[in-house]
């Protein structure tokens, strides 16, 4: 046991004070404390019984467990045992060791380096070192055990553990030589021998050889060589001192470690794989950069309808001399999308600020569905009403879903004084349309059972009639789907049939609204429950279609669907322009397509392959827990992007240039100048484009200059559909920005688009009716150069991407208004499902020829 006091004073008075002073105490058997410590021995004690009580406090440390702590005694516990194995190493806590055999002393007995007891007589009776120092002292030399004399009692000071550090000389003034080997003289190799000889002679039996004693360093230990000297050592004989070893004289030294060179073979692709890395991350760089500062675009409304909607010279009556938009509506499952949403999104269609007659939409039923079909109909029947309610009282949205449950007051800025029984009149007939699309899935379930029911007792009838008397078998007839005229629907029906299935009906083309009048009409008092009489009640075209499908034909989903809206609306209105829309996105900013026109109609816009909005959407928590929001893309990307070449394609609220789809490159894309063009070979080619008429020399589709709208090859690419290839350069034609500065090439002149256009007839509509056909696409580049490109998930992202591959560039219309709104997945599970699709999208797409690093303007 053993114990310190802790005085604070010294501590808070701040001054320095050693060390605290730590009593190491043994208990005996017999209960007597034996002292250990420095201060408690006798001053008689000489230098080396010193050291020797220094290596007993030492051994005490080590084998002592230190307790102790804030203004407490630290008290040094004895450990006999650490461990319950059986300790090895001699440095570790509890070492192996025997203990005294004197009575009533529980000292360790002393050992050697290797934890060995050192026994001082042959008769090996264990003995510690106070008790052999005693019986030295006091008993002259007897051995407690076979009470003979010790052989050897002298115990030097530097008779201790090999483990202790020896003093070493000082280096001051020494050569370098001598730092690095220093040598023992044989005078001081036998004063220090002279301790150990009695020991090592009673354990050994053999004298010590001095002469054959390992000479150390001088400096630190560790650094510098150790030889064995040859007879008379390495003095000098003049002075008697040290000299240099001689085989150290001629031996260079060497250093411990050393830099070794790097075979070529290794180096070399190395160095080659650096310069690499730094040459793509400087193509990295060179792409990244400039997305460093977004593009923010803004529209001039007032310019555009000054330019193309004011009494001018060339376009005296003031008649709109914008080009026409088709709208592209796509749905494929009723049971899926509702049927009053896709009714609604059409109603925000009809009722756009947009020219009448140069507005046209179309509704895509990729399922074949009596119910869309019928929904479309209630929705064109309740668009008399309200599209010239939103006119007259200029209403935002014009989804009427949206407007009547908007929070807002609605009759803030309304000055007419019949706009609250307006309003409340319109409110009325739309929940009637509601109640009557929601009641649609019933009243034709109960229509086909009644027809159904009535074409079984005129089969059973006539079979009847036919058999005479004999046995009557069941009779199967199958349960058809029947329209409000008494006919079959030549679409899927309820119950699959063969040839009306959603993979196998006929294609069917309905012109809901007919193509409006290029007059001006205005209601009438007779015509309207509503005063409609200062306000045009003309609606766009609404054209409901849905393509041919037939088993073996791949249909390529919705992309083989938009296809076929291209070709069909290319003979039926062929507008320069078109606007694809999902059916659950609807037109919220009403002003949203002139916004992206003015990007269309500006100097240079004849290069803009498409105008992308962005995605807004409603119903969505306000935690956006699903991040349906997509705030970084839609906000941060989607503007860096649109200071490069443009944004993506992201498959809705996107205003194309349908030359663009065809797969044409951009006018003036081939156009050479500068140095190159004093070569021979390029002089020719551009002679020969030079001489081409300027309607084929902006529809240009290859990588060669000679490649232009050739009739021998159109035929192959746009397949064998007349009517289809002569739209072609008329959508060219009309799609061109307006000749008003010399800086505009590639323009058309003023008022060439207020000639009223065709009116349809059964000839155009048989033939849209064919080009929607599953064969149409037979050995033809639809879905591979023109139009939607087929093959992949996303087939948005391809399609754009082969545009900016073919040199055309993009816009991103960011309007104070959303343009357009839509709804998001509502649940965790849709979410995963869409963000999976556009994961595989965009790997099919690295994987394939499509890859930005592989493909070709091709």
Same mark, same amino acid.
């Given at each position: 046991?053993?114990?310190?006091?802790?005085?604070?004073?010294?501590?808070?008075?701040?001054?320095?004070?050693?060390?605290?002073?730590?009593?190491?105490?043994?208990?005996?058997?017999?209960?007597?404390?034996?002292?250990?410590?420095?201060?408690?021995?006798?001053?008689?004690?000489?230098?080396?019984?010193?050291?020797?009580?220094?290596?007993?406090?030492?051994?005490?440390?080590?084998?002592?467990?230190?307790?102790?702590?804030?203004?407490?005694?630290?008290?040094?516990?004895?450990?006999?045992?650490?461990?319950?194995?059986?300790?090895?190493?001699?440095?570790?806590?509890?070492?192996?060791?025997?203990?005294?055999?004197?009575?009533?002393?529980?000292?360790?007995?002393?050992?050697?380096?290797?934890?060995?007891?050192?026994?001082?007589?042959?008769?090996?009776?264990?003995?510690?070192?106070?008790?052999?120092?005693?019986?030295?002292?006091?008993?002259?030399?007897?051995?407690?055990?076979?009470?003979?004399?010790?052989?050897?009692?002298?115990?030097?000071?530097?008779?201790?553990?090999?483990?202790?550090?020896?003093?070493?000389?000082?280096?001051?003034?020494?050569?370098?030589?001598?730092?690095?080997?220093?040598?023992?003289?044989?005078?001081?190799?036998?004063?220090?021998?002279?301790?150990?000889?009695?020991?090592?002679?009673?354990?050994?039996?053999?004298?010590?050889?001095?002469?054959?004693?390992?000479?150390?360093?001088?400096?630190?230990?560790?650094?510098?060589?150790?030889?064995?000297?040859?007879?008379?050592?390495?003095?000098?004989?003049?002075?008697?001192?040290?000299?240099?070893?001689?085989?150290?004289?001629?031996?260079? @030294?060497? =250093?411990?470690? *050393? !830099?070794?060179? %790097?075979?070529?073979?290794?180096?070399?692709? &190395?160095?080659? #794989?650096?310069?690499?890395?730094?040459?793509?991350?400087?193509?990295?760089?060179?792409?990244?950069?400039?997305?460093?500062?977004?593009?923010?675009?803004?529209?001039?409304?007032?310019?555009?309808?000054?330019?193309?909607?004011?009494?001018?010279?060339?376009?005296?009556?003031?008649?709109?001399?914008?080009?026409?938009?088709?709208?592209?509506?796509?749905?494929?499952?009723?049971?899926?999308?509702?049927?009053?949403?896709?009714?609604?999104?059409?109603?925000?269609?009809?009722?756009?600020?947009?020219?009448?007659?140069?507005?046209?939409?179309?509704?895509?039923?990729?399922?074949?569905?009596?119910?869309?079909?019928?929904?479309?109909?209630?929705?064109?029947?309740?668009?008399?009403? @309200?599209? =010239?309610?939103? *006119? !007259?009282?200029? %209403?935002?949205?014009?989804?009427?879903?949206? &407007?009547?449950? #908007?929070?807002?007051?609605?009759?803030?800025?309304?000055?007419?004084?019949?706009?609250?029984?307006?309003?409340?009149?319109?409110?009325?007939?739309?929940?009637?349309?509601?109640?009557?699309?929601?009641?649609?899935?019933?009243?034709?379930?109960?229509?086909?059972?009644?027809?159904?029911?009535?074409?079984?007792?005129?089969?059973?009838?006539?079979?009847?009639?036919?058999?005479?008397?004999?046995?009557?078998?069941?009779?199967?007839?199958?349960?058809?789907?029947?329209?409000?005229?008494?006919?079959?629907?030549?679409?899927?029906?309820?119950?699959?049939?063969?040839?009306?299935?959603?993979?196998?009906?006929?294609?069917?083309?309905?012109?809901?609204?007919?193509?409006?009048?290029?007059?001006?009409?205005?209601?009438?008092?007779?015509?309207?429950?509503?005063?409609?009489?200062?306000?045009?009640?003309? #609606?766009?075209?609404?054209?409901?279609?849905?393509?041919?499908?037939?088993?073996?034909?791949?249909?390529?989903?919705?992309?083989?669907?938009?296809?076929?809206?291209?070709?069909?609306?290319?003979?039926?209105?062929?507008?320069?322009?078109?606007?694809?829309?999902?059916?659950?996105?609807?037109?919220?900013?009403?002003?949203?397509?002139?916004?992206?026109?003015?990007?269309?109609?500006?100097?240079?816009?004849?290069?803009?392959?498409?105008?992308?909005?962005?995605?807004?959407?409603?119903?969505?928590?306000?935690?956006?827990?699903?991040?349906?929001?997509?705030?970084?893309?839609?906000?941060?990307?989607?503007?860096?992007?649109?200071?490069?070449?443009?944004?993506?394609?992201?498959?809705?609220?996107?205003?194309?240039?349908?030359?663009?789809?065809?797969?044409?490159?951009?006018?003036?894309?081939?156009?050479?100048?500068?140095?190159?063009?004093c070569c021979f070979a390029r002089r020719k080619k551009s002679a020969s484009v030079s001489s081409a008429p300027e309607d084929?020399?902006?529809?240009?589709?290859?990588?060669?200059?000679?490649?232009?709208?050739?009739?021998?090859?159109?035929?192959?690419?746009?397949?064998?559909?007349?009517?289809?290839?002569?739209?072609?350069?008329?959508?060219?034609?009309?799609?061109?920005?307006?000749?008003?500065?010399?800086?505009?090439?590639?323009?058309?002149?003023?008022?060439?688009?207020?000639?009223?256009?065709?009116?349809?007839?059964?000839?155009?509509?048989?033939?849209?009716?064919?080009?929607?056909?599953?064969?149409?696409?037979?050995?033809?580049?639809?879905?591979?150069?023109?139009?939607?490109?087929?093959?992949?998930?996303?087939?948005?992202?391809?399609?754009?991407?082969?545009?900016?591959?073919?040199?055309?560039?993009?816009?991103?219309?960011?309007?104070?208004?959303?343009?357009?709104?839509?709804?998001?997945?509502?649940?965790?599970?849709?979410?995963?499902?869409?963000?999976?699709?556009?994961?595989?999208?965009?790997?099919?797409?690295?994987?394939?020829?499509?890859?930005?690093?592989?493909?070709?303007?091709?």
């Amino acid at each position: 046991m053993a114990g310190r006091s802790f005085r604070p004073s010294d501590s808070q008075l701040g001054r320095a004070s050693g060390p605290p002073a730590v009593t190491f105490q043994r208990r005996t058997s017999s209960g007597r404390y034996v002292n250990l410590s420095r201060d408690s021995i006798d001053s008689d004690i000489n230098s080396v019984e010193f050291f020797e009580y220094t290596r007993v406090e030492e051994q005490y440390v080590s084998s002592s467990l230190f307790t102790g702590g804030f203004n407490s005694v630290t008290r040094a516990h004895l450990m006999d045992k650490v461990i319950e194995s059986e300790t090895n190493h001699p440095q570790m806590a509890g070492a192996k060791g025997s203990s005294c055999a004197i009575q009533g002393c529980d000292g360790k007995v002393m050992s050697d380096e290797r934890g060995e007891d050192i026994l001082p007589c042959e008769c090996d009776f264990k003995i510690c070192r106070d008790c052999f120092i005693d019986s030295v002292r006091t008993g002259d030399g007897i051995c407690p055990g076979c009470k003979e004399p010790y052989k050897s009692t002298d115990l030097s000071a530097n008779s201790v553990e090999p483990g202790q550090p020896l003093s070493l000389p000082s280096t001051v003034g020494m050569s370098k030589m001598e730092r690095r080997l220093s040598l023992m003289k044989s005078a001081n190799r036998s004063a220090v021998t002279r301790s150990h000889s009695g020991l090592m002679r009673s354990q050994t039996g053999v004298d010590f050889d001095h002469n054959r004693w390992l000479f150390e360093t001088k400096g630190t230990y560790g650094y510098g060589n150790a030889i064995w000297p040859k007879d008379g050592g390495f003095t000098d004989d003049k002075n008697d001192e040290p000299g240099e070893p001689p085989e150290l004289l001629g031996k260079p @030294w060497r =250093p411990l470690t *050393r !830099k070794l060179k %790097i075979r070529a073979a290794i180096l070399s692709p &190395y160095r080659l #794989l650096i310069f690499v890395r730094m040459a793509i991350l400087g193509l990295f760089l060179s792409w990244r950069l400039p997305k460093l500062c977004p593009v923010n675009r803004a529209t001039d409304l007032n310019v555009l309808k000054e330019k193309f909607e004011t009494p001018s010279p060339a376009n005296p009556t003031g008649k709109s001399d914008l080009p026409g938009i088709d709208i592209f509506v796509s749905t494929a499952d009723p049971e899926k999308e509702p049927p009053l949403v896709t009714a609604n999104t059409i109603l925000s269609i009809l009722a756009a600020d947009y020219p009448v007659e140069k507005l046209s939409c179309y509704v895509s039923d990729d399922g074949g569905a009596l119910l869309t079909f019928e929904a479309m109909a209630e929705a064109a029947s309740f668009a008399n009403l @309200w599209v =010239p309610f939103c *006119r !007259k009282h200029d %209403i935002e949205p014009r989804n009427p879903e949206s &407007y009547f449950s #908007l929070k807002k007051d609605p009759f803030k800025n309304k000055v007419r004084q019949d706009f609250v029984k307006d309003r409340r009149r319109v409110k009325r007939e739309y929940d009637e349309f509601k109640v009557r699309i929601n009641g649609l899935p019933d009243s034709i379930r109960r229509r086909s059972d009644a027809y159904n029911a009535r074409e079984e007792i005129k089969a059973l009838k006539l079979r009847r009639q036919n058999a005479e008397d004999e046995t009557l078998e069941a009779l199967k007839v199958s349960r058809a789907t029947w329209m409000a005229d008494g006919t079959h629907w030549p679409g899927t029906w309820t119950a699959s049939a063969s040839e009306h299935s959603k993979g196998d009906h006929a294609g069917i083309i309905q012109v809901m609204l007919k193509p409006p009048s290029d007059e001006t009409l205005y209601g009438t008092a007779d015509s309207s429950p509503l005063d409609f009489t200062e306000v045009d009640i003309r #609606l766009p075209m609404l054209v409901y279609v849905s393509r041919e499908k037939r088993p073996g034909y791949d249909h390529n989903k919705k992309a083989g669907a938009m296809n076929a809206l291209v070709r069909a609306s290319a003979i039926m209105s062929n507008g320069p322009f078109i606007l694809n829309l999902d059916c659950d996105h609807y037109i919220y900013n009403s002003q949203a397509i002139r916004e992206g026109m003015c990007f269309m109609m500006d100097r240079g816009g004849d290069r803009i392959c498409y105008v992308q909005f962005p995605q807004r959407f409603e119903g969505i928590d306000p935690s956006d827990r699903y991040a349906n929001h997509n705030t970084v893309f839609f906000d941060v990307n989607m503007r860096a992007l649109d200071g490069l070449q443009g944004p993506v394609y992201v498959g809705t609220g996107c205003l194309f240039r349908r030359t663009a789809l065809y797969g044409f490159d951009p006018p003036r894309s081939k156009d050479h100048s500068g140095c190159c063009s004093c070569c021979f070979a390029r002089r020719k080619k551009s002679a020969s484009v030079s001489s081409a008429p300027e309607d084929h020399r902006a529809l240009r589709m290859g990588d060669s200059d000679d490649d232009e709208m050739n009739p021998s090859l159109i035929s192959k690419r746009f397949g064998n559909s007349s009517l289809l290839i002569d739209s072609i350069p008329v959508a060219e034609f009309q799609g061109r920005p307006l000749a008003d500065h010399p800086a505009v090439k590639n323009g058309r002149p003023p008022g060439a688009l207020t000639i009223p256009r065709e009116l349809l007839d059964a000839s155009t509509v048989a033939e849209a009716i064919s080009v929607i056909s599953c064969w149409y696409e037979d050995k033809t580049e639809w879905g591979n150069r023109v139009g939607w490109i087929y093959g992949s998930v996303t087939e948005d992202v391809v399609t754009g991407y082969r545009m900016h591959n073919r040199g055309w560039k993009s816009i991103y219309c960011v309007t104070k208004r959303d343009a357009f709104r839509g709804t998001a997945p509502i649940n965790l599970t849709d979410r995963l499902h869409q963000v999976l699709r556009w994961a595989t999208g965009s790997v099919e797409i690295f994987f394939s020829r499509n890859n930005a690093l592989l493909a070709s303007s091709r």
